[in-house]
């Protein structure tokens, strides 16, 4: 069984592999879908999203969506006014993603900033941020409670993280075609267009791995966080969690 060093160099050599298709594939995967739910999390957080000092990260960003949703709804509130509005930030450890990310930032034009972190270790002063959300993202850490004090230790008091996820659903009409397309489908779909079969069969062992919510909730109250909140969307299988830093 792999430590958690050997764990993450193999998850970021993966990511780093698939990072030419990965959008595409994000897209196509979800149905598109990826992109309503980064929207809701960014609606989540517009009261914070509406203060232009406000600081905010997209942990785990990949090719930041989630920091350009971020952005898009921070401009759509406070209309063009860079001058009087703080960056937003996205840190990654796979810097082939990283590259991408700068690449659709500045063809885009977002009020983005891009940098290579270790969500585990990163390189920002204790209260940096108000903000720290992540999509899609969190699940790959090796150690889930160390990035969640990680992400405690980087926000002021009384800051907000989300943390966007699949889910498998326990129960339900739908569980059953979850588990279908997310076991046998998605990987074949995922091999074929991305030329990586490992990384599409990854996938589903990690969202069946992955705490489910309200055992998420139970680590987010022992690493620091109060007023635990989290929403289901897409029939249970993804989930929304946030929380405020006590």
Not at 99 to 109: G, L
Not at 125 to 151: H, I, K, M, Q, W
Not at 207 to 215: D, G, K, Q, R, T
Request: proline share 5%.
């Amino acid at each position: 069984m792999r430590d958690e060093s050997e764990a993450a160099a193999h998850v970021r050599d993966m990511f780093a592999r698939i990072a030419p298709r990965y959008d595409l594939l994000n897209h196509l995967l979800s149905f598109s879908f990826d992109h309503l739910w980064r929207r809701r999390t960014a609606t989540r957080f517009l009261d914070i999203l509406r203060s232009p000092q406000a600081r905010i990260l997209d942990l785990c960003c990949g090719t930041g969506d989630l920091a350009f949703a971020f952005d898009r709804a921070r401009r759509s509130a406070l209309g063009e006014l860079p001058a009087a509005r703080t960056q937003i930030f996205g840190s990654d450890f796979v810097e082939p993603m990283l590259t991408r990310a700068h690449q659709k930032a500045h063809s885009r034009r977002r009020a983005v900033v891009f940098a290579g972190a270790d969500a585990l270790h990163l390189p920002f002063p204790d209260a940096s941020f108000d903000l720290v959300a992540t999509a899609f993202g969190f699940r790959n850490l090796a150690n889930y409670e160390e990035g969640l004090r990680e992400c405690a230790r980087v926000l002021k008091q009384d800051g907000e993280v989300g943390i966007l996820e699949f889910t498998e659903p326990s129960s339900g009409p739908m569980a059953g075609l979850f588990r279908l397309y997310f076991n046998n489908i998605l990987p074949l779909i995922g091999a074929a267009v991305s030329g990586n079969s490992e990384a599409y069969a990854y996938l589903p062992k990690s969202v069946s791995s992955f705490p489910l919510p309200s055992e998420l909730s139970v680590l987010l109250e022992k690493s620091g966080f109060c007023d635990v909140r989290f929403s289901s969307w897409n029939f249970g299988s993804v989930t929304l969690h946030s929380a405020r830093r006590a």
